[in-house]
């Protein structure tokens, strides 16, 4: 009997445990550069200014004066946090004016606002869509709505990168496959201009397929809000297309308006049904007041100063223009995109080789010409309100090490 007690002990001090997380390779041991300063078209990296061309600020809001008014009010007035979901004593009458603002905008009925910018989509996806409901979603989708899929639960089939035939397909293959059953719910869910890639959506064309085979859809607008359309009202705008077309509008606040949360917009009944059993909205405490200050203050300055989208217009074609120039780089991009994607025209045959060459490319513009960069698979350069020297600045720093390094 003691025997076996010590043969016990002996295997507990051999048993070793499984690592709670995956050892890490050295393409992931990474440490971006931090910001010391507003993330502005000037920031500071290491105790140095450089040239920001890696923050989503497109608008340039990031530190306006009426921004930091609207905050400093309303911190005065609520303080901080809201301390309690929205349904649980953690509704300010700031978060109610917040959702009337982005509706009347937006011309939709009404709106839902989240608390964190990619819950929006974690919460709105699944609130619709359960287990046995079909989702056609398109393959290069940002990881917050990947996530919403995954959450839903429900048979998520991806069509190739804004392919029409490719959607068309897959369309026409469910619509065949499931002819029979009943009660079934289905969707479409694309980004206006998505994230992964610049590209911009041709949103007519799928309007088009979702009146013919009887879907509905979801849209991402976080990158476009306040940047696509004459006035920045978004893809629709854009197009000329009737908001009340499409079923679900989301989308981050955190990139044009320069403030954080997100919201959900379109008809009473899709915004009602999400207060009762969105798990973003119900269960986390809600927004803090200043910020849906902030949103409702960045709606009004986009509306009051249109010359914001023909100065970002403006920079998008001169950027482009300068980038165009660099040897061993296309531009992947949407003219209209204010995320500019340089992808390399001549693979090194591995992904993590290409990534590798262009993270170089980048350290090198921002130690050696104070040119802050982002890279992923591809190069990419968001810009606002920077001036046309830092424009060139830019163009010929890429210039210069990329003819170094390739």
Not at 9 to 35: A, G, M, N, T, Y
Not at 106 to 116: F, K
Not at 199 to 219: G, N, S, T, V, W
Not at 295 to 312: F, G, Q, R
Request: hydrophobic letters at 35%; aromatic letters at 8%.
């Amino acid at each position: 009997m003691q025997s076996g007690f010590i043969e016990i002990d002996e295997l507990c001090d051999e048993w070793v445990p499984q690592p709670l997380i995956p050892s890490l390779d050295k393409d992931l041991q990474h440490e971006p550069p931090v910001l010391e300063s507003a993330a502005g078209p000037h920031t500071i990296v290491n105790g140095k200014e450089v040239v920001n061309f890696a923050s989503a600020n497109y608008l340039g809001l990031i530190g306006h004066q009426k921004l930091i008014d609207s905050c400093s009010s309303a911190l005065e007035k609520y303080g901080v946090g809201s301390c309690g979901p929205r349904g649980f004593y953690g509704t300010i009458d700031v978060h109610l004016d917040c959702e009337a603002r982005i509706a009347k905008f937006l011309g939709t009925p009404d709106s839902i606002l989240y608390s964190y910018g990619l819950s929006t989509m974690f919460s709105a996806i699944p609130a619709f869509s359960k287990k046995g409901d079909i989702i056609v979603a398109d393959e290069g989708v940002h990881w917050g709505i990947q996530n919403g899929l995954y959450l839903s639960r429900s048979t998520v089939v991806y069509f190739k990168h804004n392919d029409m035939d490719s959607l068309q397909e897959t369309l026409e293959n469910i619509t065949s496959k499931y002819k029979h059953t009943k009660n079934l719910r289905r969707y479409i869910v694309v980004e206006a201009l998505y994230q992964n890639s610049g590209q911009i959506a041709p949103l007519d064309h799928i309007i088009k397929l979702k009146e013919k085979y009887r879907f509905r859809i979801l849209l991402d607008e976080s990158n476009s809000f306040g940047v696509l359309g004459s006035s920045g009202r978004g893809l629709t705008e854009h197009y000329g297309i009737p908001v009340e077309k499409l079923d679900l509008i989301t989308a981050a606040m955190g990139h044009a308006l320069a403030t954080e949360g997100g919201f959900c917009t379109g008809s009473a009944r899709v915004i009602d049904h999400q207060r009762l059993s969105s798990s973003g909205y119900v269960f986390s405490a809600s927004l803090p007041p200043y910020l849906a200050s902030a949103a409702i203050t960045a709606i009004d300055v986009l509306e009051e100063n249109p010359s914001l989208l023909t100065k970002l217009k403006n920079n998008i074609a001169v950027l482009r223009k300068g980038l165009s120039e660099i040897q061993g780089f296309t531009i992947a991009s949407h003219p209209d995109s204010p995320i500019v994607y340089l992808r390399l025209k001549k693979s090194t045959g591995s992904l993590n080789d290409d990534l590798r060459l262009l993270e170089n490319i980048a350290e090198r513009a921002l130690k050696e010409d104070s040119v802050f960069v982002v890279t992923s698979r591809r190069s990419t350069l968001d810009k606002c309100r920077h001036s046309e020297s830092d424009i060139h600045k830019a163009s010929e720093s890429l210039k210069r090490v990329a003819g170094l390094v390739l």
